[in-house]
């Protein structure tokens, strides 16, 4: 329907459950995004201080020993090398670059000659350790090299890897679902770099070999059937499983099990099997309804365990690092696949709130767990070296986000998350770049200014997400509104833009109650905010009395305030009826309750800065029924 006063097509994009596009999205070149304001800030500190000061020396050098017989040590230089490549063609640091050719210049001359890259020793090797998932992080690491840099040395070492696996798995030989943990879903998550090898050799044994570990996920009787069990929630998969991380081999391990379906969605791309998207699909939304919490993180010691309904409650080892961007990654690549603006919003609200409050306020580590009450820590280190998992992979996600910040198909622009800074992204139907500047305090605010700064007039379509908990949102395109904004989807703005085209959004930021099982926890837009020790206003599990006080919806009064700790992003205040048992009506007005983002809360890493999402509801439901007479 056409806008007689803006003089563009307005509709909205809505989700297809499974619907698959002819092609998938285009991902912008990260040198064409520059952030400013606070992600902007994190972006730069986490690089500085984390990714360019990391040893790409130091975590190649196991591969020289080749001692190991249980531990995941190789997987380290793969994971930096996820984040280290795209952000040394982002900044052109040469810091970086050196720190990269370095790492990859100790690696190479490790490989054996039957292309074998690791550092276990012989007899353990491809057995019920870690070996082949290190395996699939070191051809990620040297793919990542390959696409940096053009190395054909990386290329053909990635192939020659996938060559040796090629030779111990296989019909007639062992079974890749047997080897490793958790039904073999770690070994066989190496679909995902064999796949991008075939994209890159067109050699057709890659492929072969992918089609083999597709069929091991699925079809093997101990594998851990990820298409025909698409269907069923991921907490039910296992029924004899049992709490613990090793020894169990319950099928529950949240991280290796999306590692498996992000292969399984590359293999889509590559072959067309629907089935492979259809079951990443299944999951995916099984995890979001069951499993993802208000802070958009999931998973307890690492395992699935219904999470969404158990999160008011003081679960151990919560939201994991690795467990965060392995999802962030998942719904990127959804959103890549599908076009589905859900897994944007999905994305959206890890990244705002469990991942950017696992990262060190400096941006120089990652927390191992970030728990909803508590405090968090840096962890342990892992595999007798000076890192671990989580510290290694917590830079990635900040690469889904800017791969997901805006993409293009044919002469549509997606523009998925607002944030201040100027980006750009090539048209897939002309190749001619168009170039955006916004300006906004998103999602602190819900004003996002967007201004066109392609040189030359061009014709495309703009569509602008429009997140799914924004109930109320108002857009202008030069100062004349735009007619039917829904929330669930993408406003697309079919015209001819012209430099100095202006689209002003305003989002519903109104701050919400959402009860759960006696408790109650507060959002504004995609952020979940947090009492935090140092606001001293009180007992952080204090009751809320819900006589005075509905727990789902709007919050009279709730306003954002002034922010009072420097390592603080956002405050507000929030009058709550707090306490119980206050009869006199000066005790029953409400408290000033100071909240933070999610993010910002305990931002000392020590209980100086113990904080809590979830608060205690003053119950007045009996637990049994109430006697009229006394015995």
Known sequence: MRDSKTGIVAAVVLAAASAALAAPNALPDLRDIRLDGHVGNRLRSCIENHVVKTDGVYLTDPYRWRTEKNYWQTEFWGKYMHSAAPFARMTGNPQLAANIEASVANLLPSQLPDGYLGNYCEEARCGRGWDVWGCKYTMLGLLFHHDLTGSQASLDAASRLCDYLRGVFGPGKRDIVKSGQYKGMPSCSVLEPVVWLYRRTKKPEHLAFAKYVVSQMDEHPDGPHLIRDAGIPVAARCADAKPGYEGQNPGLKAYEMMSCYQGLLEYFEATGDRRCLEAAVKTAESIVATEVNICGGSACVEHWYSGAVRQNRPYMRLQETCVLTTWMRLCAKLLTVTG????????????????????????????????????????????????????????????????????????????????????????????????????????????????????????????????????????????????????????????????????????????????????????????????????????????????????????????PVRVLEEDMWLNWALPLPMGSHRESMEKRLPDIVRFCDYASAGGTWDSSSSYRVWLPLECFKPTRPVCEKRP
Request: glycine share 10%.
């Open 340 to 559: 589905e603006s859900r897994w944007a919003d999905e994305l959206e609200k890890t990244f705002y709130n469990a991942y950017l409050g696992a990262l060190h306020p400096d941006g120089s580590k990652f927390a191992t767990y970030s728990p909803l009450c508590g405090f968090r820590s840096f962890g342990q280190y892992h595999c007798k070296m000076h890192t671990n998992c989580c510290n290694a992979n917590g830079p990635r996600g900040f690469v889904s986000f800017l791969e997901s910040l805006l993409q293009a198909r044919g002469d549509d622009v997606f523009m998925n998350f607002y944030n201040s800074g100027k980006t750009a992204i090539a048209l897939p139907s002309t190749g001619g770049k168009v170039v955006f500047e916004t300006f906004t305090l998103y999602p602190e605010r819900g004003t996002v200014e967007i201004w066109n700064r392609t040189e030359k007039p061009a014709d495309f379509t703009l569509n602008l997400r429009i997140p799914a908990w924004s109930e109320k949102t108002t857009v202008k395109l030069n100062g004349k509104p735009v007619a039917d904004v829904k929330p669930g989807g993408y406003l697309a703005l079919k015209r001819t833009w012209k430099m100095g085209d202006a689209i002003v959004i305003d989002f519903d930021m109104t701050c919400r109650a959402h009860e759960l099982d006696d408790y109650v926890a507060f959002t504004t837009g995609p952020i979940a905010l947090a009492r935090d020790m140092r606001f001293h206003d009180g007992d952080i599990g204090e009751i809320v009395r819900i006589k005075e006080f509905n727990p789902n919806g709007p919050v009279p009064g709730a306003m």
